[in-house]
């Protein structure tokens, strides 16, 4: 325990997370108080999500919560990062991104439409506010220039980030839940990386997520909907290249892509899966991953509890690279406690029994009162 709470360690700690943890409050706060007038104006203007088809739901439901995530992000960017360059854009592209996608979730558009949409939100953050990944380094130092390949690999990468937690909104909670890890882990490697803009941002993003989460955790009382997800993808795919764009490190994008792993994987599945099938990869089915989590048995907050854990471990994982190995340590203690939580109430609600008569002598007798 003397390594976890040594001088060295806690010094390092404040180090890394005090810069964002303002953000994150400031974020937090916004968003609880943003929510309430997002639920307004989603039932006065009709953004409802309806029951039935291949919505879970089974009431309608105000989906304008994108909109209260993105209002406590901003409000926590503008205050903490006024005069840092990247501001602008982020805030603009995400904002564009919330905006747009707000629209395809009052009035559907057609997927190749959706496309062109996302492709043009990367464009913009590439060409006009100069987003890019300009690099690749491996182990031993060697650094691989991308030239003309930057702008292609950006919007693959942002758009790639859009789709990632669009498809990964399938569940109450799910989303912004993973997202928050994902955010926190960016923390961390930023605050590695000594790029206090970075941990600010990635401290405003994880807070606008645990704001939501209390009233998007099942039973959810708001969604955040397409624009939510895009609004998300965007800010994450954004601050994760900016974490990079300033410091050549080896695996540098490792710890969000590992963070990521599961949604990413199975969003790649579900393109795959769609295409061999002859449909569009745009076409909505309830074949991902989380959704069999809940037809083999697990409720929305299990299901939550699963992809939380393994956000969390790998992204965990990937912060060892950054010198952050004790980490993984505690996030495996918290992931046992939440596995065995989902394992233990699968057990209670499917009635299954283990026999084991020896337990009840360490038990004692029942007591006659």
């Not at 206090?196 to 909907?225: T, W």
């Not at 599961?262 to 076409?283: C, E, F, K, Q, Y």
């Not at 089915?285 to 854990?309: A, K, N």
Request: aromatic share 8%; with cysteine; hydrophobic share 55%.
């Amino acid at each position: 325990m003397t390594d976890f709470f040594s001088d060295q360690a806690l010094a390092s700690l404040t180090d890394h997370l005090l810069p964002g943890l303002w953000p994150f409050i400031v974020a937090t706060v916004g968003c609880v108080v943003a929510v309430p007038p997002a639920i307004y104006l989603s039932r006065r203007f009709g953004w409802i999500a309806q029951p039935g088809g291949r919505h879970a739901h089974s009431k309608p439901t105000p989906m304008l919560g994108g909109l209260a995530m993105y209002v406590g992000f901003a409000l926590a960017v503008a205050i903490f990062l006024p005069g840092y360059g990247a501001t602008p854009g982020v805030l603009i592209v995400s904002g564009l991104a919330m905006v747009a996608l707000a629209i395809d979730d009052r009035w559907p558009m057609h997927p190749l439409v959706k496309l062109a949409v996302q492709l043009a939100l990367a464009l913009i953050a590439v060409v006009i506010f100069k987003v890019q990944i300009g690099w690749f380094s491996l182990p031993g130092g060697h650094l691989i220039l991308l030239g003309l390949l930057e702008a292609p690999v950006t919007v693959f990468w942002l758009t790639g980030m859009m789709n990632t937690v669009n498809f990964l909104d399938g569940a109450d909670g799910l989303a912004a839940g993973v997202v928050a890890i994902v955010a926190l882990v960016l923390m961390l490697a930023a605050g590695e990386l000594q790029q206090l803009e970075v941990v600010k941002l990635s401290g405003a993003l994880a807070g606008c997520c645990v704001g939501f989460l209390l009233f998007n955790f099942p039973p959810a009382r708001i969604f955040m909907g397409d624009s939510g997800a895009h609004f998300l993808g965007m800010a994450l795919g954004m601050i994760s290249i900016l974490g990079v764009a300033k410091v050549a490190v080896a695996f540098a994008l490792a710890a969000p892509v590992l963070a990521l792993a599961v949604p990413i994987a199975d969003t790649g599945w579900a393109i795959l899966r769609r295409r061999m099938r002859g449909s569009s990869v745009a076409a909505p089915d309830r074949l991902h991953l989380h959704h069999r989590l809940q037809s083999f048995g697990l409720d929305p907050r299990q299901t939550c509890y699963v992809f939380y854990s393994a956000s969390a471990l790998l992204g965990a994982l990937g912060l060892t690279l950054f010198g952050h190995g004790r980490i993984l340590a505690v996030v495996l203690v918290a992931a046992t406690i939440l596995t065995s939580t989902v394992v233990a109430d699968l057990l209670l609600h499917a009635g299954w029994r283990v026999p084991a008569p020896w337990l009840r002598r360490l038990l004692g007798a029942p007591s006659s009162r």
